[in-house]
T-cell receptor
Framework: NAGVTQTPKFQVLKTGQSMTLQCAQDMNHNSMYWYRQDPGMGLRLIYYSASEGTTDKGEVPNGYNVSRLNKREFSLRLESAAPSQTSVYFC??????????FGPGTRLTVT | QKEVEQDPGPLSVPEGAIVSLNCTYSNSAFQYFMWYRQYSRKGPELLMY????GNKEDGRFTAQVDKSSKYISLFIRDSQPSDSATYLCAMRTSNTGNQFYFGTGTSLTVIP
């Protein structure tokens, strides 16, 4: 039981490049989330998916897209990376009525 | 005003001390309160979870909620160097809602 896994662990992009962050969970959770964590800002919700086939915007969705591929996987895509998207990205999952479990994070630097 | 306020610290205490970590919030609709521990370069891990007002104890950790004052606390007894981490408070309004509100985290160092 690996919990929530994220790939890659680290990534450096140039401004304008695109990439997809992958997240998978093996706990049969319904809901999945993408957060970014910046110094002094705490965790901010980018997008979430309450169930397979549904996605909703969070607090900071601009510049990102998501796909809930199936119940296990939820990906986050940056179409044209900007330096302001330099951050640590966390994926989380949750069973309804219970609390979130987080992955180990992806450290992204955009130069 | 942010929904959840948390003193970022840093907080430095000697081993064995009692640590008190706190958050205040503005939304009286919050009913579910959580504490997460985050080690350096790791993801947050759920430490404590409480519903509504009152206390909850788990080993050396006690979570306290005072809804009348909109104030939550986490107490760590007999603190250990392994408790050195950032502690995040979080809260939500309903059991089915997907909007979680996080504090910015308090950095704690326990000195041997």
């Amino acid at each position: 039981n690996a919990g929530v896994t994220q790939t890659p662990k680290f990534q450096v992009l140039k401004t304008g490049q695109s990439m997809t962050l992958q997240c998978a969970q093996d706990m049969n959770h319904n809901s999945m989330y993408w957060y970014r964590q910046d110094p002094g800002m705490g965790l901010r919700l980018i997008y979430y998916s309450a169930s397979e086939g549904t996605t909703d915007k969070g607090e900071v969705p601009n510049g990102y897209n998501v796909s809930r591929l199936n119940k296990r996987e939820f990906s986050l895509r940056l179409e044209s990376a900007a330096p302001s998207q330099t951050s640590v990205y966390f994926c989380a999952s949750r069973l309804d009525g219970y609390e979130q479990y987080f992955g180990p994070g992806t450290r992204l630097t955009v130069t | 005003q942010k929904e959840v306020e948390q003193d970022p610290g840093p907080l430095s205490v000697p081993e064995g001390a009692i640590v008190s970590l706190n958050c205040t919030y503005s939304n009286s609709a919050f009913q579910y309160f959580m504490w997460y521990r985050q080690y350096s370069r790791k993801g947050p891990e759920l430490l404590m979870y409480t519903y509504s007002s009152g206390n909850k104890e788990d080993g050396r950790f006690t979570a306290q909620v005072d809804k009348s004052s909109k104030y939550i606390s986490l107490f760590i007894r007999d603190s250990q160097p392994s408790d050195s981490a950032t502690y995040l408070c979080a809260m939500r309004t309903s059991n089915t809602g997907n909007q979680f509100y996080f504090g910015t985290g308090t950095s704690l160092t326990v000195i041997p």
